[in-house]
């Protein structure tokens, strides 16, 4: 038996008498589909170590432009607003623990917009009047299980883009919705958008690193990867659906399944 | 703000507020800095550019619109463009900051003393524009204000043969004639140490290279200067002698 061109193992039939040709058959048969079944066992389990290996990426991904920046404005704090500087230290603290959490795959969307309110603590005082959030947030749906890190990625994203190449004020929007049996989330900026024609070959072409020249590769996590993860936990139906045109903002929309099995949060 | 002792004219510019705030806050406690100009983007750095001159712009890199390379492209077209000085977060733009032509790159959070030594290379590396007498070879090559008739002159240090101390006054000489200016012999010699003036005198201080002779007269040492006569106090003696010995071994041995 072979799976992958390796040898795997052998299956050894027994006859008393000079084995029929339908018997030779039957064993080769079974021999393919044994192996078959061994290379699909092994894919399953390969498909779930890159899924972990994806989420310690995205972990250790917290962007050193944003760390460098945040403390940058924590240090000019300090010397006008002692007080302030101290409460941002503590929201980075918290902020960075969240994202460096060395457990489990999944979270609940109250936790995560916790970690996301965080950062835009953080991102507000940096940009100042510059940057406006809009937070609607239905409360029944704040338990809803979730992939670890697959909301904030895309309101570092929305900020990216409704701020830094556009003059004046971004707003961001934030809107998770009940939706009966699904819960409804959008994250929303008035930027400068996509070109869609770099969305027609999927969504991983729009979180390839040259997409934007202005973006570096290492502060982009990528929609893709939150597709993926989606994709991976809730199936194929529940991937990301972007929105988005130059000139013309950027919404990006996920549905998530109340309840899904084998999807909870572990302790 | 306008700093009575500096000379140079500054532009930082930073779209987020604290930041430029810290910049502002380290470029103004600099004396070197005479006027600083602040931004918070690319067109409104364009528009102080427009109304006034500046010697130096300290740039973020990443900004809205106009990003900082960008701004920097469009300042080198400039008839006199001013010298570019990048602050940013993270190093991803060095080598193109440096082709562009930047004197310098600094990194966030930033720090007072890295600010300084960026100052301190803007002046070194370049003749600042809009005072071109005063400020060329500004590192090597300082220049005093001196007084005459009614009118102020630039005069190189490289200018000056010696000094002679009168009063609270130093009068400097120089080949052409000697000026008058309000410091201290003391202060001289202190700051022109490293540009080999020696004191020989409580009242003089002398260019070591351009000594001709050291003679010993009657009392004691005198050394010649363009054919002036300058006496060598006693506990000078033995530092100059040692200082000609170390100057002439160090002519021989190039």
Known sequence: MSADGRVVGALVAVADER??????QATLETAHWAGDQLALAELDSSRERLARAEVRALRAQISPHFIYNALTAIGSFVRTDPERARELILEFAEFTRYSFRAHGEFTTLAEELRSIDRYLTIERARFGERLQVRLQIAPEVLPVTLPFLCLQPLVENAVRHGLSRKPGTGMVSIEARDAGAECHITVEDDGVGMDPTTLTAGIAEVSGAGSDPADDPGQHVGLSNVDERLRSAFGDRFGLVVETGLGSGTKVSMRVPKFHPGVRVSS | MVNASGFLRVLAVDDEPPALDELAYHLRADPRV??????????????????????????????????????????????????????TAYDDGAVDAFDLGATDYVRKPVRAERLAESLRRVIGSRVVPSHPAALARAEEDPTIPVELAGTTRMLPRSAVRWVEAQGDYARLHTAEGSHLVRVSLATLAERWADAGFVRIHRSYLVQLRLIAELRLVNSGYVVVIDGSELPVSRRHTRELKDKLVRAAKQDWSR
């Open chain 1, 19 to 24: 084995p029929a040709p339908g018997l030779v």
């Open chain 2, 34 to 87: 005479a006027r600083l100009h602040t931004a918070g983007d690319a067109t409104e750095a364009l528009r102080v550019l427009r109304d006034d001159d500046v010697d130096v712009v300290f740039l973020d890199i990443r900004m809205p619109g106009l990003d900082g390379m960008e701004l920097a492209r469009v300042l080198r077209r400039f008839a006199r463009p001013p010298a570019i000085v990048f602050v």
